[in-house]
């Protein structure tokens, strides 16, 4: 069984960077891709904001406009990565990782919660507040 371990959230002041970790353990083949969520507070439903895929490194992002995030793996030690730049307090939710195992690379569905994602972990806090 695949599990996903998120960490690196924290209190962040406007302004300020932050990386985000998720460390995949378990079988995982050489295909997955990885997504990264977000649920503010007082939000029902997960919001997509990127995705990694584990074969290529092909990346999706749903945001538009300035590029904040910035998506990466270290595929030997399946650990996957988002950094998030410019944070504003906007960006105040918990994080969570997804995994969709035997799938080769990125399409941009994957920021959708209907897409089959086989894990997810329980997130990290991330709190943007001066």
């Known amino acids: 069984q695949v599990q996903l371990v998120e960490s690196g959230g924290g209190l962040v002041q406007p302004g300020g960077s932050l990386t985000l970790s998720c460390v995949v353990s378990g079988f995982i083949q050489d295909y997955a891709v990885i997504g990264w969520f977000r649920q503010a507070p007082g939000k029902e439903e997960r919001e997509g904001i990127a995705?990694?895929?584990?074969?290529?490194?092909?990346?999706y992002y749903a945001e538009s406009g300035e590029r904040r995030l910035a998506v990466s793996g270290d595929v030997a030690r399946n650990t996957f990565y988002l950094q998030i730049n410019n944070l504003k307090p906007e960006d105040t939710a918990t994080y969570h990782c997804?995994?969709?195992?035997?799938?080769?690379?990125?399409?941009?569905?994957?920021?959708?919660?209907?897409?089959?994602?086989?894990?997810w972990g329980r997130g990290t806090q991330v709190t943007v507040s001066s």
């Open positions: 995705c990694f895929s584990k074969y290529d490194g092909t990346t």
């Open positions: 997804a995994a969709a195992v035997g799938v080769r690379t990125v399409q941009p569905r994957c920021v959708s919660l209907t897409y089959p994602y086989d894990s």
